[in-house]
């Protein structure tokens, strides 16, 4: 899992040609996921589907993309990383905030678009391991228990309260 968490994967998930078993098909069409990391752009993520195809088969290629949703990033030198690790340390202490490299989107793209630092952030509970929370998340039984949440919402209330005063 951490392997495919930390750089751009591609994800064939759907495929069609044909509508015969007995005739070969003149055409076929695979859907890929791409999940791109901070700094792989469409003509990057373009030359590894090249890469991956080969040069024989590229010149019959033709690639559709259905959006462009690139990765972004938030630095962490900023007032808000270091209001979030202060109210971290104050709810576990000895913690310590570390940024985290994970192939995914979320809402924030939009608000990093604009210009504002955001921070996909919270705190899990002790009984959880990182192992179990990558086994749920995005699974068959996506939860959180209610420590995490009540942990959670501790830590944006007095990160609110300590950042906006």
Avoid: C
Wanted: avoid cysteine.
């Amino acid at each position: 899992m951490l392997y495919s968490a930390t750089r751009t994967t591609f994800s064939p998930n759907m495929a069609n040609s044909g509508v015969k078993l007995n005739v070969i098909p003149d055409s076929a069409e695979i859907d890929i996921d791409i999940r791109t990391i901070a700094g792989d752009d469409g003509p990057k993520v373009r030359e590894m589907l090249r890469e991956a195809i080969g040069d024989a088969l590229w010149k019959d290629v033709e690639i559709v993309a259905e959006g462009d949703n690139p990765a972004s990033e938030s630095p962490t030198r900023t007032p808000l990383w270091d209001t979030l690790t202060k109210v971290t340390q104050k709810l576990v202490p000895g913690a310590k905030t570390i940024p985290f490299l994970i192939v995914g989107a979320t809402d924030a793209r939009y608000f990093r678009r604009k210009g504002v630092t955001s921070y996909g952030y919270g705190l899990m509970s002790e009984r959880i391991s990182f192992k179990d929370f990558a086994k749920m998340f995005h699974g068959n039984n996506e939860r959180i228990d209610q420590e995490s949440l009540r942990l959670s919402t501790e830590l944006f209330e007095q990160t609110a309260r300590a950042f906006v005063g």
